[in-house]
């Protein structure tokens, strides 16, 4: 599957955004799916994820019950909705997605085959 990301922006501190991720050439089943982002000078990190396997998801700690990951009935698109959003979490954000994703893989990017182009999240303090 081909992955495209969208949905970032200058936002404040506090405000929201939701981001976007559509596939064309194939649809989402079949496969887990993860938010990933990378700030200048830091390696890539886990942000969610969504396991086909029983629908669990996963974030990491900083952005628990901030952050949301889900997909749209069609699994063509998924999303990330941003609350409460903090300047820690600028960030080039990346959408994956990967067919064999082992559990212990799930936070990595060595789980995941197929990746969007990022999308740039600016938050202003």
């Known amino acids: 599957v081909q992955l495209q990301a969208s949905g970032g922006g200058l936002v404040q501190a506090g405000g929201s955004l939701r981001l976007s991720c559509a596939t064309s050439?194939?649809?989402?089943?079949?496969?887990?799916i993860a938010w990933f982002r990378q700030a200048p000078g830091n390696e890539r990190e886990f942000v969610a994820a969504f396991r086909r396997n029983g629908g669990y998801t996963y974030y990491r700690d900083s952005v628990k019950g901030r952050f949301t990951i889900s997909r749209d009935g069609a699994e063509n698109t998924v999303y990330l909705q941003m609350n409460s959003l903090k300047s820690e979490d600028t960030a080039v954000y990346y959408c994956?997605?990967?067919?064999?994703?082992?559990?212990?893989?799930?936070?990595?990017?060595?789980?995941?085959?197929?990746w969007g182009q990022g999308t740039l999240v600016t938050v202003s303090s």
């Open positions: 994956a997605a990967g067919a064999r994703t082992i559990l212990s893989s799930t936070r990595l990017p060595r789980g995941y085959d197929h």
């Open positions: 050439g194939g649809t989402f089943r079949g496969h887990n």
